[in-house]
Protein backbone atom coordinates (compact mmCIF):
# COMPACT_ATOMS: atom_id res chain seq x y z
CA UNK A 1 0.00 0.00 0.00
CA UNK A 2 2.58 2.31 0.82
CA UNK A 3 4.59 1.76 -2.38
CA UNK A 4 1.06 2.61 -4.15
CA UNK A 5 0.97 6.10 -2.55
CA UNK A 6 4.66 7.06 -3.35
CA UNK A 7 3.90 8.68 -6.47
CA UNK A 8 0.75 10.09 -4.52
CA UNK A 9 3.18 11.92 -2.01
CA UNK A 10 5.16 13.36 -4.75
CA UNK A 11 2.41 14.79 -6.86
CA UNK A 12 1.00 16.99 -3.25
CA UNK A 13 4.88 17.56 -2.44
CA UNK A 14 5.24 19.63 -5.47
CA UNK A 15 2.11 21.47 -5.35
CA UNK A 16 3.19 21.89 -1.21
CA UNK A 17 6.13 24.14 -2.84
CA UNK A 18 4.45 25.95 -5.20
CA UNK A 19 1.98 26.81 -2.89
CA UNK A 20 4.52 28.11 -0.54
CA UNK A 21 6.10 30.22 -2.70
CA UNK A 22 2.97 31.48 -3.95
CA UNK A 23 1.87 32.01 -0.36
CA UNK A 24 5.59 33.93 0.17
CA UNK A 25 4.49 36.88 -1.23
CA UNK A 26 1.13 37.30 0.08
CA UNK A 27 -0.70 38.11 3.94
CA UNK A 28 -3.77 36.50 4.33
CA UNK A 29 -6.53 37.98 6.37
CA UNK A 30 -7.70 35.30 8.32
CA UNK A 31 -11.54 35.69 9.97
CA UNK A 32 -11.81 33.06 13.02
CA UNK A 33 -15.16 32.21 14.81
CA UNK A 34 -17.73 29.92 15.35
CA UNK A 35 -21.25 30.32 13.83
CA UNK A 36 -23.48 33.14 14.22
CA UNK A 37 -20.58 34.90 16.58
CA UNK A 38 -20.16 37.73 14.06
CA UNK A 39 -17.75 36.32 11.44
CA UNK A 40 -19.55 38.06 8.54
CA UNK A 41 -19.47 41.07 10.44
CA UNK A 42 -15.56 41.52 10.88
CA UNK A 43 -14.83 39.72 7.16
CA UNK A 44 -17.60 43.19 6.22
CA UNK A 45 -15.25 45.17 7.98
CA UNK A 46 -12.28 43.96 6.01
CA UNK A 47 -14.11 44.14 2.97
CA UNK A 48 -14.81 47.66 2.80
CA UNK A 49 -10.90 47.73 3.82
CA UNK A 50 -10.10 46.39 0.63
CA UNK A 51 -9.71 42.49 1.46
CA UNK A 52 -11.02 40.10 -1.27
CA UNK A 53 -12.14 37.13 -0.06
CA UNK A 54 -12.84 35.78 -3.63
CA UNK A 55 -15.07 36.12 -6.82
CA UNK A 56 -18.22 37.24 -5.79
CA UNK A 57 -19.48 33.90 -7.89
CA UNK A 58 -17.25 32.01 -5.74
CA UNK A 59 -18.97 32.93 -2.28
CA UNK A 60 -21.84 31.96 -0.30
CA UNK A 61 -24.80 34.28 -1.70
CA UNK A 62 -26.44 36.70 1.47
CA UNK A 63 -30.13 35.57 2.53
CA UNK A 64 -31.72 36.95 5.47
CA UNK A 65 -29.46 35.59 8.03
CA UNK A 66 -26.50 37.72 6.22
CA UNK A 67 -28.33 40.28 4.38
CA UNK A 68 -24.71 41.88 3.53
CA UNK A 69 -23.01 38.25 2.91
CA UNK A 70 -21.24 35.55 4.38
CA UNK A 71 -17.84 36.31 2.59
CA UNK A 72 -17.42 32.42 2.62
CA UNK A 73 -15.31 30.62 0.01
CA UNK A 74 -17.85 27.81 -1.16
CA UNK A 75 -15.61 25.52 -2.24
CA UNK A 76 -13.02 25.91 0.38
CA UNK A 77 -15.72 25.60 3.13
CA UNK A 78 -16.85 22.05 1.25
CA UNK A 79 -13.57 21.04 1.18
CA UNK A 80 -12.86 21.97 4.83
CA UNK A 81 -15.84 19.80 5.73
CA UNK A 82 -14.71 16.86 3.20
CA UNK A 83 -11.47 16.74 5.28
CA UNK A 84 -13.43 16.07 8.66
CA UNK A 85 -15.83 13.43 6.62
CA UNK A 86 -12.54 11.53 5.82
CA UNK A 87 -11.38 11.54 8.86
CA UNK A 88 -15.29 10.02 9.92
CA UNK A 89 -16.13 13.00 11.79
CA UNK A 90 -19.86 14.42 10.83
CA UNK A 91 -20.87 17.25 12.55
CA UNK A 92 -18.59 20.20 11.90
CA UNK A 93 -19.21 21.54 15.40
CA UNK A 94 -18.63 18.41 16.93
CA UNK A 95 -14.62 18.29 16.82
CA UNK A 96 -11.81 19.31 19.36
CA UNK A 97 -7.92 19.50 18.98
CA UNK A 98 -7.84 16.26 20.93
CA UNK A 99 -9.56 14.18 18.29
CA UNK A 100 -7.97 12.23 15.16
CA UNK A 101 -7.46 14.30 12.52
CA UNK A 102 -5.63 11.55 10.45
CA UNK A 103 -7.88 10.56 6.86
CA UNK A 104 -10.18 7.04 8.33
CA UNK A 105 -9.62 3.93 6.46
CA UNK A 106 -7.69 3.41 3.13
CA UNK A 107 -9.84 4.71 0.96
CA UNK A 108 -10.18 8.19 3.07
CA UNK A 109 -6.14 8.11 2.95
CA UNK A 110 -6.06 8.10 -0.92
CA UNK A 111 -9.12 10.68 -1.21
CA UNK A 112 -7.09 13.10 1.42
CA UNK A 113 -4.28 13.40 -1.08
CA UNK A 114 -6.84 14.86 -4.14
CA UNK A 115 -8.39 16.68 -1.39
CA UNK A 116 -5.18 18.52 0.22
CA UNK A 117 -4.23 19.30 -3.82
CA UNK A 118 -7.41 21.18 -4.37
CA UNK A 119 -7.77 22.88 -1.03
CA UNK A 120 -4.33 24.19 -2.06
CA UNK A 121 -5.51 25.00 -5.77
CA UNK A 122 -8.59 27.03 -4.74
CA UNK A 123 -6.49 29.08 -1.73
CA UNK A 124 -3.92 30.33 -4.41
CA UNK A 125 -6.79 31.06 -6.90
CA UNK A 126 -8.03 33.16 -4.00
CA UNK A 127 -4.95 34.52 -3.21
CA UNK A 128 -4.01 35.69 -6.94
CA UNK A 129 -4.80 39.30 -7.14
CA UNK A 130 -3.25 41.84 -4.83
CA UNK A 131 -0.76 41.33 -1.85
CA UNK A 132 -3.74 40.07 0.24
CA UNK A 133 -6.82 38.01 0.49
CA UNK A 134 -9.02 37.19 3.23
CA UNK A 135 -10.20 33.67 4.51
CA UNK A 136 -12.97 32.80 6.75
CA UNK A 137 -12.66 29.84 8.92
CA UNK A 138 -14.44 27.98 11.43
CA UNK A 139 -12.08 27.50 14.42
CA UNK A 140 -12.62 23.40 13.73
CA UNK A 141 -11.73 23.86 9.96
CA UNK A 142 -8.55 26.32 10.49
CA UNK A 143 -6.73 22.47 12.05
CA UNK A 144 -7.00 22.27 7.85
CA UNK A 145 -6.15 25.07 6.31
CA UNK A 146 -3.55 26.77 8.50
CA UNK A 147 -0.71 24.57 7.21
CA UNK A 148 -1.32 25.90 3.72
CA UNK A 149 -1.11 30.10 4.59
CA UNK A 150 1.84 31.76 5.19
CA UNK A 151 2.30 35.08 6.55
CA UNK A 152 -1.06 35.63 8.44
CA UNK A 153 -2.71 38.44 10.64
CA UNK A 154 -5.77 36.29 12.82
CA UNK A 155 -8.91 38.02 13.84
CA UNK A 156 -10.80 35.93 16.17
CA UNK A 157 -14.33 36.69 17.31
CA UNK A 158 -16.65 35.23 19.99
CA UNK A 159 -20.01 36.04 21.01
CA UNK A 160 -21.36 35.35 24.70
CA UNK A 161 -23.08 31.76 24.61
CA UNK A 162 -26.63 32.95 25.13
CA UNK A 163 -26.45 35.02 21.85
CA UNK A 164 -25.24 32.51 19.54
CA UNK A 165 -27.89 30.49 21.11
CA UNK A 166 -30.74 33.08 20.36
CA UNK A 167 -29.01 33.31 17.13
CA UNK A 168 -28.83 29.78 16.34
CA UNK A 169 -33.18 29.27 16.66
CA UNK A 170 -33.56 32.40 14.61
CA UNK A 171 -31.36 30.71 11.65
CA UNK A 172 -32.58 27.21 12.72
CA UNK A 173 -35.10 27.27 14.17
CA UNK A 174 -35.84 23.41 16.68
CA UNK A 175 -32.73 22.06 14.27
CA UNK A 176 -30.68 21.83 17.82
CA UNK A 177 -31.11 21.66 21.46
CA UNK A 178 -30.14 24.06 23.93
CA UNK A 179 -27.50 21.77 25.20
CA UNK A 180 -26.03 20.88 22.13
CA UNK A 181 -25.68 24.39 21.30
CA UNK A 182 -23.52 25.13 24.29
CA UNK A 183 -21.82 21.94 24.11
CA UNK A 184 -20.68 22.86 20.15
CA UNK A 185 -19.98 26.33 21.59
CA UNK A 186 -17.26 25.32 24.46
CA UNK A 187 -15.88 22.95 22.05
CA UNK A 188 -15.34 25.23 19.37
CA UNK A 189 -13.88 27.86 21.91
CA UNK A 190 -11.84 25.55 23.52
CA UNK A 191 -10.13 25.00 20.01
CA UNK A 192 -10.00 28.90 19.18
CA UNK A 193 -7.87 29.41 22.35
CA UNK A 194 -5.82 26.81 21.43
CA UNK A 195 -5.13 27.80 17.06
CA UNK A 196 -4.51 31.52 18.82
CA UNK A 197 -1.51 30.29 21.38
CA UNK A 198 0.27 29.43 18.67
CA UNK A 199 -0.24 32.61 15.93
CA UNK A 200 2.02 35.51 15.96
CA UNK A 201 -0.24 38.00 14.32
CA UNK A 202 -3.39 37.35 16.22
CA UNK A 203 -6.06 39.63 18.23
CA UNK A 204 -9.12 38.17 20.12
CA UNK A 205 -12.20 40.92 19.84
CA UNK A 206 -16.16 40.09 21.50
CA UNK A 207 -18.69 41.04 19.20
CA UNK A 208 -20.92 42.20 22.46
CA UNK A 209 -17.67 45.03 22.71
CA UNK A 210 -18.04 45.68 18.49
CA UNK A 211 -21.59 46.91 19.37
CA UNK A 212 -20.55 49.23 22.16
CA UNK A 213 -19.82 52.38 20.55
CA UNK A 214 -17.24 53.27 22.90
CA UNK A 215 -15.63 49.92 23.25
CA UNK A 216 -15.97 49.53 19.40
CA UNK A 217 -13.46 52.46 18.82
CA UNK A 218 -10.23 51.00 20.72
CA UNK A 219 -11.23 47.31 18.79
CA UNK A 220 -11.22 48.97 15.31
CA UNK A 221 -7.96 51.06 16.37
CA UNK A 222 -6.27 47.65 17.36
CA UNK A 223 -7.13 46.37 14.17
CA UNK A 224 -5.97 48.81 12.06
CA UNK A 225 -3.02 49.03 13.81
CA UNK A 226 -2.20 45.13 13.40
CA UNK A 227 -3.62 44.81 9.62
CA UNK A 228 -2.18 48.08 8.48
CA UNK A 229 -5.81 48.90 6.78
CA UNK A 230 -7.50 52.44 7.11
CA UNK A 231 -9.91 52.51 10.68
CA UNK A 232 -12.54 54.86 8.98
CA UNK A 233 -13.18 51.98 6.18
CA UNK A 234 -13.10 49.21 8.69
CA UNK A 235 -15.92 51.30 11.09
CA UNK A 236 -18.10 52.19 8.01
CA UNK A 237 -19.63 48.89 8.49
CA UNK A 238 -21.76 50.01 11.82
CA UNK A 239 -24.86 51.00 12.14
CA UNK A 240 -28.33 50.38 14.41
CA UNK A 241 -29.59 47.47 12.91
CA UNK A 242 -27.01 45.21 14.11
CA UNK A 243 -28.20 41.88 15.67
CA UNK A 244 -28.18 42.19 19.08
CA UNK A 245 -30.40 39.40 20.30
CA UNK A 246 -30.19 41.09 24.07
CA UNK A 247 -33.52 39.96 25.29
CA UNK A 248 -33.99 36.85 23.78
CA UNK A 249 -30.16 35.90 25.29
CA UNK A 250 -31.48 37.10 28.30
CA UNK A 251 -34.14 34.98 28.87
CA UNK A 252 -32.54 32.02 27.85
CA UNK A 253 -30.17 32.69 30.79
CA UNK A 254 -32.97 32.50 33.29
CA UNK A 255 -33.91 29.19 31.87
CA UNK A 256 -30.13 27.34 31.17
CA UNK A 257 -27.33 27.43 33.19
CA UNK A 258 -23.75 27.85 32.31
CA UNK A 259 -21.99 24.07 32.31
CA UNK A 260 -18.70 24.99 34.59
CA UNK A 261 -16.52 23.89 31.63
CA UNK A 262 -18.47 26.48 29.54
CA UNK A 263 -17.81 29.07 32.31
CA UNK A 264 -14.26 28.60 32.12
CA UNK A 265 -13.84 28.81 28.33
CA UNK A 266 -16.08 32.32 29.12
CA UNK A 267 -14.00 33.44 31.14
CA UNK A 268 -10.43 32.68 29.24
CA UNK A 269 -11.72 34.35 25.97
CA UNK A 270 -12.56 37.46 28.46
CA UNK A 271 -9.33 37.55 29.61
CA UNK A 272 -7.82 37.26 26.03
CA UNK A 273 -9.73 39.71 24.19
CA UNK A 274 -8.51 42.99 23.19
Partial sequence: M????????????????????IMSKKTAFVVLGFQRSGTSLICDMLNRAGVSFGAPNDLMA???RNPNGFFEHKKIFSLSRKFLRQSNIFLDFNYSKDS??????VCNRVSRFFTRISLMKNLSKVSKKGESFGIKSFPVFWYFLKPYIGERVVFAIYRDPFSV?????SAW????????ILN????????MIFHLSGEKKAIL???EDLLDTEKRKNIVQKMSEISGLDSSKLESVFDDKLNRSGGRASRLKEVYPLPE???????SLEQMKI
Fill in 2 to 21: KKLLIPLYKIVGSRERKNKE
Fill in 62 to 64: PDS
Fill in 100 to 105: QLKAFG
Fill in 165 to 169: MASFD
Fill in 173 to 180: FGRFYASQ
Fill in 184 to 191: FWTIAHQD
Fill in 205 to 207: ISY
Fill in 261 to 267: ETKKVLL
